[in-house]
């Protein structure tokens, strides 16, 4: 293996590359006993990978134990002695060949006791000798010489303290000390730094030369002792921990990483860096932690991330983070939580991701305390000088993290960048999606979107006038996700006008399939049966509704299945003309015959079309249900949706329209708004042609769902009438998204639709059921007759309620 090899191996596998170098050497080691030592001594991720990077490039270590290396690689070769690694050596002193049990460290040196001391000047006799103590002014003192003071440092300390509150009690001082200085040495240096300065307990805290002062003060003065003062960071001004040295003061974390500023490498930020690569420069924590070396495979998920959580089983990336279950401070809700970092208090998930207008400020921002009912945003929660600054270009009060300005009005000039033509203005046509963007609810996400290179390419050529503004325009690129998201931002901001993507990519499948066909007389055939019979069948059934996903799906696999019905024509010298019975049987029986089902519907056709004859291929009857019911199984599963707020109300909500009403994800997806109705008493839902009343516990999700829906789109727009908006402006969740989400609360979707449909249709009768769920009256029979109900009863009970009511 390469020193390059080396080098990757020990970013990406720092540890397998350390247990090989070692095996190398020693072979008698246990491979499990090798890799549990490596393990404790490596540590985490950067400290594995130097030690990896430093063992690949001098190996030999492993043989001589000779410094220079750095403290790990000894603290490795003891561990592995200690393990019975006898081919290993251990480390030896780099001035006399000592062999070393424990070490001592100058640079990256390894040194016994007798050779690690540097002499120094003795402050007291002058001589040269090994530094045995230092004086109260911090100056060395030999072993001769030591700097007495007879006095006890906690009578010394309390003098110090009466001088400031006269009534300070001695005991209070004394635990106070022991508390701030364990070492009886530290002691006597804390009562020297007070007796020379005794301003430090009065405000001047800042000045002290130990850290211990600072511990001191705080036990003091939260043990009542009068006129101690915490002191204040000298550079902010706050009175806060202030712990770092700089320039002969103590200062708060904030700034002295203010004073460590320095332009990432990589990003530009002005930040302070939190590491440096291999050149030396500096890097931001955001480059060092989307850093692909620094990815990795969360076990979740299974996809490579940057790493949230470390568990023993492998780490956990901030997706798939676990929270703890607690009680929103906001909402009141029991769900996940975290820790809000102005308040300290739990804020779910949907609190989290909420803008509403502040009750206090009336800006529409993020909550961050206060009720549902009266939210109250950051700065109004905590309205610090330091956590939230003006933004230098609108002026408003937000939590900038860079000099420069807010990321709305970064988004502004983003927007300016790409939507302004050549005279610098904005197109007319284009003017509505510039302020619909610039007014987004979600900044980062409207961010985030800008940031993707075919958006950004394509947005800036509509603005151009490079590409027209039309949905020609836009079918001429490559076919995407990005495209289709444009297209649906476009036409939420009325700079398209809608049309129906489903069918427009249906009838351009259907071209496609046509055209691309081997036979003059296929082609023919296809294109009646595809323009003139599926499409024109689904275009009535659609009622002028936009087409949805299964059933575009549907039309591809009934052309698919005459597609390879006629090319085993082709393959057999056969035409539909020619076409017989017992050539289609024997089409039926061969092994790869696919999609037959579907195949009998194009026959049928061909059929009533003249196209074939002498043909028989009757239609598959529905005989009922062919699984199993579980109705206990669904009945525990709507019970669990009913009364788990750890559920999100739209999953809570879909799960029990299909568990309750028989509805397909389909159909649920599709529901807007409108759909529910509220009156003084009830809430009702119309899923059908007779609104239904709900229950309690359901209505109450309902209304919620209506209340707090939230689209995933960047227009984020609050106006949508889909009661579950997809990711996509206007448009509302797939029904493949739905299905998905209920599969992921354990729904089984064509089991559980079946046993609720059973239920009800042993209930209710078929006319009900099919105007009350919205099915088609031959569905509702059949379910019917497969339930076995019977419904003269029914009539019978009917009547003796009219009369019952008719007066006598």
Same mark, same amino acid.
């Given at each position: 293996?390469?020193?390059?090899?080396?080098?990757?191996?020990?970013?990406?596998?720092?540890?397998?590359?350390?247990?090989?170098?070692?095996?190398?050497?020693?072979?008698?080691?246990?491979?499990?006993?090798?890799?549990?030592?490596?393990?404790?001594?490596?540590?985490?991720?950067?400290?594995?990978?130097?030690?990896?990077?430093?063992?690949?490039?001098?190996?030999?270590? @492993?043989?001589?134990?000779?410094?220079?290396?750095?403290?790990?690689?000894?603290?490795?070769?003891?561990?592995?002695?200690?393990?019975?690694?006898?081919?290993?050596?251990?480390?030896?002193?780099?001035?006399?060949?000592?062999?070393?049990?424990?070490?001592?460290?100058?640079?990256?040196?390894?040194?016994?006791?007798?050779?690690?001391?540097?002499?120094?000047?003795?402050?007291?006799?002058?001589?040269?000798?090994?530094?045995?103590?230092?004086?109260?002014?911090?100056?060395?003192?030999?072993?001769?010489?030591?700097?007495?003071?007879?006095?006890?440092?906690?009578?010394?300390?309390?003098?110090?303290?009466?001088?400031?509150?006269?009534?300070?009690?001695?005991?209070?001082?004394?635990?106070?000390?022991?508390?701030? %200085?364990?070492?009886?040495?530290?002691?006597?240096?804390?009562?020297?730094?007070?007796?020379?300065?005794?301003?430090?307990?009065?405000?001047?805290?800042?000045?002290?030369?130990?850290?211990?002062?600072?511990?001191?003060?705080?036990?003091?003065?939260?043990?009542?002792?009068?006129?101690?003062?915490?002191?204040?960071?000298?550079?902010?001004?706050?009175?806060?921990?202030?712990?770092?040295?700089?320039?002969?003061?103590?200062?708060?974390?904030?700034?002295?990483?203010?004073?460590?500023?320095?332009?990432?490498?990589?990003?530009?930020?002005?930040?302070?860096?939190?590491?440096?690569?291999?050149?030396?420069?500096?890097?931001?924590?955001?480059?060092?932690?989307?850093?692909?070396?620094?990815?990795?495979?969360?076990?979740?998920?299974?996809?490579?991330?940057?790493?949230?959580?470390?568990?023993?089983?492998?780490?956990?990336?901030?997706?798939?983070?676990?929270?703890?279950?607690?009680?929103?401070?906001?909402?009141?809700?029991?769900?996940?939580?975290?820790?809000?970092?102005?308040?300290?208090?739990?804020?779910?998930?949907?609190?989290?991701?909420?803008?509403?207008?502040?009750?206090?400020?009336?800006?529409?921002?993020?909550?961050?305390?206060?009720?549902?009912?009266?939210?109250?945003?950051?700065?109004?929660?905590?309205?610090?000088?330091?956590?939230?600054?003006?933004?230098?270009?609108?002026?408003?009060?937000?939590?900038?993290?860079?000099?420069?300005?807010? !990321?709305?009005?970064?988004?502004?000039?983003?927007?300016?960048?790409?939507?302004?033509?050549?005279?610098?203005?904005?197109?007319?046509?284009?003017?509505?999606?510039?302020?619909?963007?610039?007014?987004? *609810?979600?900044?980062?996400?409207?961010?985030?979107? &800008?940031?993707?290179?075919?958006?950004?390419?394509?947005?800036?050529?509509?603005?151009?006038?490079?590409?027209?503004?039309?949905?020609? %325009?836009?079918?001429?690129?490559?076919?995407?996700?990005?495209?289709?998201?444009?297209?649906?931002?476009?036409?939420?901001?009325?700079? &398209?006008?809608?049309?129906?993507?489903?069918?427009?990519?249906?009838?351009?499948?259907?071209?496609? &399939?046509?055209?691309?066909?081997?036979?003059?007389?296929?082609?023919?055939?296809?294109? !009646?049966?595809?323009?003139?019979?599926?499409?024109?069948? @689904?275009?009535?059934?659609?009622?002028?509704?936009?087409?949805?996903?299964? *059933?575009?799906?549907?039309?591809?696999?009934?052309?698919?299945?005459?597609?390879?019905?006629?090319?085993?024509?082709?393959?057999?010298?056969?035409?539909? %003309?020619?076409?017989?019975?017992?050539?289609?049987? !024997?089409?039926?029986?061969?092994?790869?015959?696919?999609?037959?089902?579907?195949?009998?519907?194009?026959?049928?056709?061909?059929?009533?079309?003249?196209?074939?004859?002498?043909?028989?291929?009757?239609?598959?009857?529905?005989?009922?249900?062919?699984?199993?019911?579980?109705?206990?199984?669904?009945?525990?599963?709507?019970?669990?949706?009913?009364?788990?707020?750890?559920?999100?109300?739209?999953?809570?909500?879909?799960?029990?329209?299909?568990?309750?009403?028989?509805?397909?994800?389909?159909?649920?997806?599709?529901?807007?708004?409108?759909?529910?109705?509220?009156?003084?008493?009830?809430?009702?839902?119309?899923?059908?042609?007779?609104?239904?009343?709900?229950?309690?516990?359901?209505?109450?999700?309902?209304?919620?769902?209506?209340?707090?829906?939230?689209?995933?789109?960047?227009?984020?727009?609050?106006?949508?009438?889909?009661?579950?908006?997809?990711?996509?402006?206007?448009?509302?969740?797939?029904?493949?998204?739905?299905?998905?989400?209920?599969?992921?609360?354990?729904?089984?979707?064509?089991?559980?639709?079946?046993?609720?449909?059973?239920?009800?249709?042993?209930?209710?009768?078929?006319?009900?059921?099919?105007?009350?769920?919205?099915?088609?009256?031959?569905?509702?029979?059949?379910? *019917?007759?497969?339930?076995?109900?019977?419904?003269?009863?029914?009539?019978?009970?009917?009547?003796?309620?009219?009369? %019952?009511?008719?007066?006598?």
């Amino acid at each position: 293996m390469t020193t390059v090899d080396y080098g990757d191996r020990a970013v990406a596998d720092p540890v397998g590359l350390m247990v090989d170098l070692i095996a190398a050497v020693d072979r008698r080691l246990d491979p499990g006993v090798l890799h549990a030592v490596v393990l404790g001594i490596a540590g985490g991720r950067a400290k594995s990978r130097r030690l990896a990077a430093a063992l690949a490039q001098r190996p030999e270590v @492993l043989r001589d134990g000779r410094s220079p290396a750095p403290r790990a690689i000894a603290d490795l070769l003891i561990a592995l002695r200690k393990a019975g690694a006898l081919a290993i050596s251990p480390p030896v002193c780099a001035e006399c060949g000592k062999v070393l049990r424990t070490f001592h460290r100058r640079g990256q040196d390894w040194y016994c006791a007798v050779c690690s001391p540097v002499p120094e000047l003795c402050a007291s006799c002058g001589d040269s000798r090994t530094v045995a103590s230092r004086d109260r002014l911090g100056q060395p003192r030999c072993l001769a010489c030591p700097d007495t003071d007879q006095r006890d440092p906690f009578a010394v300390i309390h003098e110090v303290v009466t001088r400031v509150d006269p009534a300070a009690d001695p005991q209070v001082v004394a635990d106070a000390v022991r508390r701030s %200085a364990t070492n009886p040495g530290y002691r006597r240096r804390l009562a020297w730094a007070l007796e020379a300065k005794p301003e430090l307990l009065t405000g001047q805290g800042h000045l002290a030369p130990l850290r211990a002062v600072l511990r001191l003060i705080d036990q003091l003065h939260d043990a009542g002792v009068a006129g101690i003062v915490r002191p204040a960071c000298p550079c902010c001004h706050r009175v806060i921990l202030i712990d770092k040295p700089l320039d002969g003061q103590r200062v708060c974390r904030n700034c002295i990483a203010k004073s460590r500023i320095e332009e990432c490498s990589r990003c530009g930020a002005r930040r302070e860096p939190a590491t440096r690569d291999d050149q030396g420069r500096p890097l931001c924590p955001k480059c060092l932690i989307t850093d692909p070396a620094n990815l990795e495979t969360c076990i979740v998920c299974g996809r490579r991330r940057m790493v949230s959580n470390r568990t023993p089983n492998g780490p956990i990336c901030p997706n798939c983070r676990p929270l703890p279950t607690l009680t929103c401070s906001i909402c009141g809700r029991t769900a996940p939580c975290m820790l809000s970092k102005l308040t300290g208090q739990p804020r779910c998930g949907r609190c989290d991701q909420r803008e509403v207008h502040c009750t206090v400020c009336g800006r529409f921002r993020d909550i961050h305390s206060g009720t549902a009912d009266a939210p109250v945003c950051g700065p109004c929660t905590k309205p610090d000088a330091e956590l939230w600054r003006a933004c230098p270009t609108c002026g408003q009060a937000e939590r900038l993290t860079t000099p420069g300005p807010c !990321r709305r009005c970064t988004l502004k000039q983003r927007l300016d960048d790409l939507l302004t033509d050549g005279t610098g203005a904005v197109p007319p046509k284009l003017q509505a999606l510039h302020d619909a963007l610039v007014g987004t *609810q979600r900044t980062a996400t409207a961010m985030t979107w &800008l940031s993707n290179t075919i958006v950004s390419t394509v947005l800036s050529d509509l603005a151009s006038g490079r590409r027209p503004l039309a949905h020609e %325009a836009l079918d001429e690129l490559p076919g995407s996700k990005a495209v289709e998201h444009i297209r649906s931002v476009l036409v939420a901001a009325d700079a &398209l006008p809608p049309r129906d993507e489903q069918m427009v990519r249906l009838e351009r499948h259907v071209k496609d &399939l046509v055209t691309s066909h081997a036979t003059p007389e296929g082609r023919q055939i296809l294109h !009646r049966y595809a323009t003139w019979h599926l499409l024109r069948r @689904l275009r009535r059934r659609s009622r002028g509704n936009d087409i949805t996903h299964t *059933q575009l799906n549907v039309v591809r696999v009934h052309l698919r299945a005459a597609v390879y019905l006629l090319d085993w024509l082709k393959d057999q010298d056969l035409t539909m %003309a020619s076409f017989r019975q017992s050539d289609l049987e !024997r089409w039926m029986t061969r092994d790869e015959t696919q999609l037959q089902r579907e195949a009998g519907h194009f026959v049928r056709w061909a059929l009533a079309q003249k196209i074939a004859r002498d043909l028989s291929f009757p239609a598959v009857k529905w005989n009922g249900p062919s699984q199993a019911m579980d109705d206990d199984a669904r009945w525990a599963t709507a019970r669990r949706l009913l009364h788990d707020d750890t559920i999100r109300t739209e999953d809570r909500l879909a799960g029990l329209l299909l568990l309750l009403y028989a509805q397909w994800p389909a159909a649920i997806s599709r529901l807007t708004t409108a759909h529910i109705e509220k009156t003084d008493a009830t809430v009702r839902i119309r899923l059908g042609d007779i609104a239904v009343t709900l229950p309690g516990p359901v209505a109450e999700l309902a209304l919620e769902q209506v209340s707090a829906r939230r689209s995933h789109a960047v227009l984020a727009q609050t106006d949508s009438p889909w009661l579950f908006p997809g990711g996509q402006p206007g448009r509302p969740i797939s029904a493949w998204a739905m299905g998905e989400r209920l599969r992921k609360l354990g729904i089984r979707l064509a089991e559980t639709r079946s046993t609720a449909l059973f239920q009800l249709a042993t209930e209710l009768p078929a006319a009900i059921l099919a105007r009350t769920l919205g099915i088609h009256i031959t569905v509702a029979v059949k379910w *019917q007759r497969a339930a076995a109900g019977d419904w003269g009863a029914y009539a019978a009970e009917i009547s003796r309620r009219q009369e %019952a009511q008719e007066p006598t």
